[in-house]
């Protein structure tokens, strides 16, 4: 009997089918416009996008203006590229624009799809961009898609890492710009640390597309993306700590592979305890325990997850005497990235490379914050329906399925289950030797640098001849996947997810031109390309009669998306083809988290030595721990923008005020309001509110006042008047620090000191809010101990950095206050000297001295000048105890010149 469920989708169709239906009609109105855009000039096209966006910027919805954009966008492609749009492709347009993502199937044209939602929304002049997860598809995507943008009169840039400033602005001002999420990451957080609105890179966030949208929103939303500078340099530290690990027995820790966490047991900390005494890395009577130990309990932690949860060429590699960390999805090397909270410097000293030293945070944003700043997103990929959940709730994105322009050949085999490793890497082996008689291509799936080379041993021990992609070899990476659909090719790739490049079967025109023009310059390149055309499509023939291309994977990722990603590859366009999975009851997945469901199956259905176990039941327990590992990394990514969400309002709170301080003609009036509130709170501090005047800390104020104002006053007389109160302190205090700027911004001149407070301002903003992130992060790494007193630590955290914000902005309108008060312009003596040294130690002789006033810090008023012990006699005879000291210093005679 049919669920309610299934019969109310029989009659209904899904939501998704209801997507695609209302998307039909819009597809039947850009085709019915086909022949009316296919008799422009190219001229004409490039009128009808100046057409469309002076209607677009007038105020016309881009809703309307879609049929005739797409149309135009089609033209151009057939033109620019030879490649006439699908509906399909048109339909996953449509679905971008709507701020959906578009799941599309692996060699379904996705990079061509974004040119249409593109072009549509760069009509409002607000700039668009498109996100790919690494360089080279942001250069190729960029390269190919400009010619399409450029005959639609349409400016194209790329951005990508180490790029001068000029062509960067050039990027980020054209109407379309392709970048990778990291490069635009970066760029937003350097654009905060700028000194001028002029050296900002990035203009609108208006939208945004992004390429491999799980990858990047959801596998890199783990980690956020951090500017750091160097700190304390602790390298003998980390060396010191890392022998100990070695000595360590089981019983001293405990390791959680599911939480990745490692912790010392009691025992554990006792052994290192006395170690650390011994050799006086902890001074004697120290425990580990006190709150003095809190550094090295830290240090010593890290260096025990650096041996025992990150393990070398899985998690990180070594390369030319550096630990480079291996992106887990991707197989990827990360040039450049590096773990924080000392973790990386751990493996340095482990694998006895070089330890480079510490850094702290200048800057940081999540991905996920940093993609909501869009005002729409959409993105594609081959496999996003697995976390539908966590894109509507983070990102308010929906996903669309696109139905595949032709139908899906590719057989999906159900896994084979081994007893043990041993026995499952048998048969691969003999699998790939069965595949590889038939002249069957196949791209065999691992899932770490370390057993991608096990099996390219064991290949090569058995005579097959094959290709290994990983991390060490993505400088081959074009070639390697160009090659990889030929026949009888054995091509061995770590996590092939998100390369971004289809394998062909019978191999890659494109790559084999311009191999063969590059072995041979003077051939005729029409010719070259002929010959080619002919035997890859006498090769294609081939593979297709052998079955196409055969994805066999040796083990399963923790993530559904990454196997259905690796499967993707295979069966594309309607190609044959097939994929199966290989696995073993030691692998990590079925060892961490499968279910005792799961072995009980197995138990039942009963496996003898080298006897493969295949049931779909097995597959249905699979998928469900790997549904409970998403849905642990979910809850991991959720509450780590919850945390990042509490400072993400603080982030636009001072990169809003520094950007305000940026644009501003009237800083004097931002520099005279903190002026104004430090003077608030001294006189709040030493004149409390309902206060007599004999209880008035005069001594403090006026230290106080010189201090941060660079102001002696005579406070003490002034209190001693008659009718004086708090408000009448408050406005004379104001106005002789009103006097003071006012003498300033006439010393330097108005545009100087414009400048000067501009420059003050925001270099001082920056500093603190570097000590101030590295403040949140001691409090997000202690915080999570509050929960054993039965208080939740997110609202703690809140409480706390909201507290800790505060004080923050006190402390900056305090230094800001008394660094504009201290500043002062050179004398002609110090700018000659100045002038000498600098010219001296170019080797040039002193010019005339200069006339430009520049500012130094302006030293604190002349004390009193020293009064004898005979003017304190003579002042006893007339002054009272209580009385102000006449020396002028402000305090109490019997405090001062009085005291017996």
């Not at 997810?497 to 031109?513: H, K, P, Y």
């Not at 408050?730 to 330097?748: N, Q, W």
């Not at 700018?831 to 500012?855: D, K, S, Y």
């Amino acid at each position: 009997m049919l669920g309610l469920g299934i019969i109310a989708k029989k009659v209904f169709g899904t939501p998704n089918d209801r997507m695609v239906k209302t998307a039909r009609p819009l597809v039947a109105k850009v085709n019915a416009l086909e022949e009316e855009f296919a008799v422009l000039s190219d001229a004409g096209l490039i009128e009808k996008t100046r057409d469309l966006q002076g209607r677009a910027q007038g105020g016309e919805s881009l809703d309307a203006l879609l049929p005739e954009a797409f149309a135009n966008c089609r033209e151009a492609a057939k033109r620019a590229l030879g490649l006439r749009a699908f509906d399909t492709q048109l339909m996953g347009g449509i679905f971008l624009h709507q701020g959906n993502i578009a799941e599309m199937k692996t060699g379904e044209g996705k990079t061509l799809v974004a040119t249409f939602p593109a072009y549509l929304n760069a009509l409002m002049g607000k700039g668009v961009h498109v996100v790919t997860v690494n360089d080279y598809l942001a250069r190729r995507d960029a390269e190919w898609m400009s010619k399409v943008y450029n005959a639609l009169g349409m400016t194209c840039g790329v951005v990508v890492p180490f790029q001068d400033n000029g062509e960067k602005k050039a990027a980020y001002a054209a109407d379309i710009t392709y970048a990778t999420n990291n490069e635009l990451g970066f760029d937003y957080l350097r654009d905060n640390m700028r000194a001028s609105v002029e050296e900002m890179m990035q203009r609108d966030h208006f939208f945004a597309i992004v390429d491999e949208v799980d990858s990047i929103l959801i596998d890199e939303a783990r980690t956020p993306l951090i500017i750091s500078g160097p700190a304390d340099d602790r390298t003998d530290l980390y060396a010191a700590l890392d022998k100990y690990i070695p000595l360590l027995t089981e019983d001293h820790y405990k390791i959680d592979e599911k939480a990745r966490s490692a912790t010392y047991t009691e025992s554990g900390n006792e052994f290192l305890e006395q170690k650390l005494q011994e050799d006086g890395v902890l001074p004697e009577g120290q425990s580990l325990y006190d709150p003095e130990s809190t550094t090295i309990v830290h240090h010593v932690t890290q260096a025990l997850r650096a041996h025992k949860i990150f393990l070398r060429d899985v998690n990180y590699m070594v390369q030319a005497d550096e630990v480079v960390l291996i992106d887990e999805h991707t197989g990827r090397a990360m040039k450049g990235r590096r773990l924080s909270d000392g973790l990386h410097q751990a493996i340095e000293a482990k694998e006895r490379v070089k330890v480079q030293p510490e850094n702290i945070t200048m800057a940081s944003v999540t991905f996920q914050n940093y993609f909501r700043l869009y005002d729409k997103l959409g993105g594609m990929t081959g496999t996003a329906t697995t976390e539908a959940e966590e894109f509507a709730d983070i990102y308010k994105l929906g996903v669309v399925e696109v139905p595949t322009n032709r139908p899906i050949q590719r057989k999906d085999e159900h896994d084979r289950v081994y007893r043990s490793e041993g026995e499952k890497y048998t048969a691969v082996i003999e699998a790939i030797k069965k595949a590889h008689e038939n002249g069957q291509p196949m791209l065999v799936g691992t899932t770490s640098i370390d057993k991608s080379e096990r099996l390219s041993a064991m290949l090569t021990a058995a005579g097959l001849k094959h290709n290994v992609l990983n991390a060490r070899q993505h400088e081959q990476e074009a070639q390697i996947v160009a090659d990889a659909g030929r026949l009888g090719a054995i091509t061995i790739a770590t996590n092939m997810a998100g390369r971004g490049t289809d394998i062909q079967l019978g191999g890659n025109v494109e790559m084999r031109v311009l191999e063969e023009l590059s072995k041979n310059p003077q051939a005729d390149p029409e010719a070259v390309r002929a010959q080619i055309e002919a035997a890859v499509a006498d090769e294609k023939q081939k593979v297709l009669e052998a079955g196409g291309l055969f994805v066999l994977a040796t083990e399963r990722h923790e993530s559904r998306r990454i196997d259905n990603q690796l499967r993707g590859r295979s069966g594309r366009q309607g190609d044959p083809g097939r994929s199966l999975f290989f696995l073993s009851l030691d692998d990590d997945l079925m060892r961490i988290f499968g279910s005792d469901k799961l072995e009980a199956v197995l138990s039942k259905l009963g496996m003898e030595e080298g006897e493969a176990i295949i049931h779909p039941w097995v597959n249905k327990s699979l998928e469900r721990a790997q549904a409970k590992v998403e849905g642990r990394n979910f809850d991991i990514r959720k509450q780590l923008l919850k945390f990042d969400d509490v400072m993400n309002d603080q982030r636009k709170a001072i990169f809003g005020q520094r950007r305000e301080i940026m644009e501003s003609e009237e800083i004097g009036e931002i520099t005279a309001d903190m002026r104004a509130q430090v003077i608030d709170d001294m006189i709040d501090t030493y004149l409390p509110p309902r206060s007599y005047a004999d209880q008035w800390d005069t001594e403090g104020l006026a230290a106080a006042a010189l201090s941060g104002l660079n102001l002696n006053l005579p406070i003490a007389d002034w209190a001693a008047e008659e009718g004086v109160d708090q408000d009448v302190m408050r406005e004379r205090i104001e106005d002789a620090a009103d006097a003071l700027a006012e003498k300033k911004r006439s010393d330097f001149g108005q545009e100087a000191m414009y400048q000067i407070e501009k420059q003050v301002l925001l270099q001082t903003i920056d500093a603190k809010w570097r000590d101030h992130l590295v403040t949140l992060e001691h409090l997000r790494s202690v915080i999570g101990f509050r929960g054993y007193a039965q208080r939740d630590p997110l609202s703690e955290y809140k409480t706390e950095s909201f507290q800790l914000f505060e004080t923050m902005l006190d402390s900056l309108r305090g230094d800001v206050t008394k660094r504009l008060a201290q500043i002062r312009p050179l004398s002609d003596e110090e700018r000659a000297q100045m002038q000498a040294q600098m010219l001296a130690a170019a080797g040039q002789a002193a010019p005339a001295v200069p006339t430009a006033p520049e500012p130094a810090p302006e030293p604190a008023p002349e004390p009193a000048p020293e009064h004898t012990a005979e003017d304190a006699a003579n002042w006893a005879e007339t002054t009272g105890r209580n009385d102000p000291c006449p020396c002028g210093s402000g305090e109490k005679f019997k405090h001062c010149h009085g005291k017996i």
